[in-house]
């Protein structure tokens, strides 16, 4: 679902141009990023500020309605990472290219939008020639 210009504005700025998830920046891209509904419009998600994030098609494609998913650590069902109510420092940590977990949210949102494919460390790599990486 499209939102508004001036709604797509805000998220798009808010986010620095940058997927909220993987902190990929949209300058590099060959695809635009989507606005997408943290909690999906299925799941009675709202389109207004506060339920929208900016997202690489990679980790939308993957995330699609999911608001959870399995912990790599203890098989535990917790809730995907949410860019309105959590920080992405305190549930990611940078360790060269890679993403490592802080958390079991960021364990399981690392392991479900695979945030550690090689198609991602290579962009890393690249975004890091042109002074966008780290973010």
């Known amino acids: 679902m499209r939102v508004g210009a001036a709604l797509?504005?805000?998220v798009r700025e808010r986010a620095q141009s940058r997927c909220e998830y993987c902190r990929m920046h949209q300058s590099?891209?060959?695809?635009t990023?989507?606005?997408?509904?943290?909690?999906?419009?299925v799941a009675g998600g709202e389109t207004n500020?506060?339920?929208?994030?900016?997202a690489c098609p990679g980790c939308n494609l993957?995330?699609?309605d999911h608001q959870t998913a399995i912990s790599p650590e203890s098989g535990a069902?917790?809730?995907?990472?949410n860019p309105r109510e959590n920080q992405w420092n305190d549930h990611f940590a940078w360790n060269g290219y890679w993403v490592e977990p802080e958390s079991a949210i960021g364990?399981?949102?690392?392991?479900?939008?695979?945030?550690?494919?090689?198609?991602?460390?290579?962009?890393?790599?690249?975004?890091?020639?042109?002074?966008?990486?780290?973010?």
């Open 33 to 41: 990023f989507h606005v997408e509904h943290i909690i999906p419009l």
């Open 8 to 10: 797509d504005r805000l």
């Open 62 to 64: 993957k995330k699609a």
């Open 77 to 81: 069902c917790v809730p995907v990472f």
């Open 107 to 135: 364990a399981a949102t690392i392991d479900w939008l695979e945030l550690n494919q090689p198609r991602r460390l290579l962009i890393r790599e690249a975004e890091s020639h042109f002074g966008l990486y780290p973010p």
């Open 49 to 54: 500020p506060g339920n929208l994030a900016l």
């Open 28 to 31: 590099l891209q060959g695809a």
